[in-house]
C-alpha cells in the first residue's frame, strides 16, 4: 500500500513540476469547475429530460448520476476518509477553491464519468463523444489542481462507468417492459 501511495504523490509532484503552466491554470480551474457539484452534468440531464426525443437518455443519466453519488459521495468517501493530497503531500501546492470532503475517490470523476459514459453510448456520435472528452479532461483537471491522488481519480471513473452501466441496465430493461 505505501508503494502506491509513494506512486501517487510522485505523479502529482510531477505534475506540478513539468505540466502544470500559468497560462493552463485559468482554463483548467474553469474545466475543474464544469464538475462542481456535478452542475454541468446535471444541467445537460435536465436539458434532455425536456426532450421527448432523448428523454430515455436524460432519464438514465439521471439514475448514473443519482448511483454515482450514493456509492461516492454518501458510502465510499465517508467509509474511506481520505485526507486530501495538498494536505498531506510535502511540497504540493492546490489551485482554485479547497474542497471541503475528503478525497477517495472524486466525486467530479464519478459524476463526469457516468453522464459522459451514458451520453456517449446513446447521443449521436458527435455528442456523445464530445461529452466524453470534456468528462475525461474534468477527470484530469482534478490531478492538475492537487485536490485528488490519481487512484483517488481512477476509483472515480470506475465507480461512474459502473453507475452508468447500471443504469442503462434498470432504464433500458424497464422502458422495454413497458
Given at each position: ?36 457539484a456535478g452542475w ?24 448514473a448520476l443519482l ?112
Open positions: 500500500m505505501d508503494f502506491i501511495i509513494r506512486i501517487d504523490e510522485n505523479i502529482l509532484l510531477w505534475i506540478q513540476e513539468y505540466v502544470r503552466k500559468d497560462f493552463l491554470n485559468p482554463l483548467v480551474k474553469l474545466i475543474t469547475c464544469l464538475g462542481d454541468f452534468w446535471i444541467l445537460i440531464t435536465v436539458i434532455l429530460l425536456f426532450s421527448k426525443k432523448y428523454r430515455k437518455i436524460g432519464l438514465t443519466s439521471a439514475a448511483i454515482g453519488f450514493l456509492i461516492t459521495n454518501l458510502l465510499l468517501k465517508n467509509m474511506v476518509m481520505r485526507i486530501r493530497p495538498y494536505e498531506i503531500v510535502e511540497g504540493l501546492s492546490f489551485i482554485g477553491k479547497k474542497p471541503s470532503d475528503f478525497s477517495f475517490p472524486s466525486g467530479h470523476s464519478t459524476c463526469s464519468m457516468a453522464s459522459s459514459v451514458v451520453l456517449f453510448l446513446y447521443l449521436p456520435k458527435k455528442y456523445g463523444s464530445a461529452a466524453l472528452i470534456l468528462g475525461i479532461f474534468i477527470c484530469l483537471s482534478r490531478l492538475y489542481v492537487g485536490v485528488h491522488y490519481p487512484t483517488d481519480v481512477l476509483a472515480g471513473i470506475a465507480v461512474g462507468i459502473l453507475a452508468a452501466f447500471i443504469a442503462a441496465k434498470i432504464i433500458m430493461k424497464q422502458k422495454s417492459n413497458a
